[in-house]
C-alpha cells in the first residue's frame, strides 16, 4: 500500500483521474435494484470487470473497488459478515485483475443506514466494523483506501482510528456536501477537512451536484486546506422514474466543463459520481488535455 506521501507525490506528478459511479452502471448491466452490490459482483464478476475497464480505457487511473457496504454491520444482512475479509480481499482483486495499470482503491462509506453514526456512544462499533473492513482491503493489496460519502466527523474519526489501528497508508476522505460547503450533519466542511488534512492524503466531496456551484465549493476548500483536493460530483441532480430509479441527464461535455473549472479552482482529483459513466470520464480526460 501507497503511503500518504508517496499517493502525494504521484499526485504532484500528475495522478488526476478518478472513475465515475459503479453501482447506477451496474443496474443498467441488470443488477436488480436493492440488492447487496458487493454479493452480486462476486456472483456476476464480469460485469464489474468490463465497467473498470472501461473506466480505464477512459483515462481513469484510480479505480474504486465495489466495497462500498463491505463492512460486516452491512453484510449481515446477506449472511456474509463473517467472510467480511474475504469479501473485501475478493472484490480489490478483481478490481485488479480488470485493470491492472490502475491503483486501486478500497472503498469504505458511511454506516448511518445500519447505526447512529453521529453517535459517540458508538465509537467503538464503527471502528470494529472499519478494521475488519481495512484488514480485508489490505490482504487484498489495495494501493490506497478512499472513505466516500461521509455524512458525519465520527465516521472520518472511527476510520482514521481503524486504518492506523490496521497499519494502512494512504487514505481519501470525501463527504457528501451542499452547495455553501456544509456537511450533511450541518456542520462547516472547512474545518472538518482541515483537521483531517494532517493525517490524510486528500480530502474533499462526492456525491454533491455537479453545477455551477460545484467549483465555489472548491474554492471555499482550496483557501484553507494545502493538501490535494478530491472531486467526484455526480452527474446533475436526479429525476426519479416510473420504476423508482433516479436518472441522470446531464450532458457529458457540460459535466466534464464544470470538473475542469473544478480543477482551476484547486481540486487536483477529478472523477465522477452518481449518474456518471466511462463516456463522461472520456469527455472530462479528453478536455483536460486540450485545455487543462
Not at 459482483?41 to 470487470?49: F, I, K, R, S, T
Not at 474519526?157 to 456544509?182: C, H, K, N, Q, R
Not at 472547512?190 to 480530502?203: F, T
Request: charged share 20%.
Amino acid at each position: 500500500m501507497l503511503t500518504k506521501e508517496q499517493l502525494q507525490n504521484r499526485i504532484a506528478d500528475g495522478l488526476r483521474f478518478l472513475d465515475g459511479a459503479t453501482g447506477s452502471n451496474l443496474q443498467k448491466s441488470g443488477m436488480p435494484k436493492g440488492c447487496c452490490t458487493e454479493q452480486w459482483v462476486l456472483e456476476n464478476p464480469d460485469m464489474l470487470q468490463n465497467l473498470q475497464r472501461a473506466y480505464a480505457a477512459a483515462g481513469s487511473q484510480i479505480l474504486y473497488a465495489p466495497t462500498f457496504q463491505a463492512q460486516p454491520i452491512a453484510l449481515e444482512r446477506v449472511g456474509l459478515a463473517e467472510k467480511t475479509e474475504k469479501v473485501n480481499a475478493s472484490l480489490v482483486a478483481l478490481s485488479r485483475a480488470a485493470a491492472p495499470e490502475c491503483l486501486i482503491a478500497g472503498d469504505l462509506t458511511t454506516l448511518a443506514a445500519f447505526c447512529d453514526s453521529w453517535d459517540p456512544d458508538n465509537i467503538d462499533l464503527l471502528i470494529d466494523n472499519y478494521r475488519r473492513q481495512i484488514r480485508g482491503l489490505l490482504d487484498g493489496g489495495a494501493d490506497l483506501l478512499v472513505a466516500e460519502t461521509l455524512m458525519y466527523p465520527l465516521e472520518a474519526e472511527a476510520i482514521l482510528t481503524a486504518a492506523e489501528m490496521e497499519g494502512a497508508g494512504a487514505v481519501m476522505y470525501s463527504f457528501v456536501m451542499t452547495p455553501d460547503g456544509s456537511l450533511f450533519s450541518g456542520q462547516d466542511a472547512v474545518p472538518v477537512l482541515k483537521d483531517l488534512s494532517e493525517h490524510a492524503a486528500a480530502v474533499g466531496f462526492n456525491c454533491v451536484a455537479a453545477d455551477m456551484m460545484t467549483p465555489y465549493l472548491v474554492r471555499k476548500l482550496a483557501k484553507e486546506i494545502r493538501i490535494p483536493i478530491l472531486c467526484k460530483p455526480n452527474a446533475g441532480n436526479p429525476t426519479i422514474n416510473a420504476a423508482g430509479v433516479p436518472e441522470y441527464d446531464m450532458d457529458t461535455e457540460e459535466f466534464a466543463k464544470i470538473v475542469l473549472d473544478c480543477h482551476r479552482s484547486g481540486a487536483r482529483l477529478l472523477g465522477g459520481c452518481c449518474g456518471t459513466t466511462p463516456v463522461h470520464i472520456a469527455a472530462l480526460t479528453k478536455l483536460f488535455k486540450q485545455k487543462g
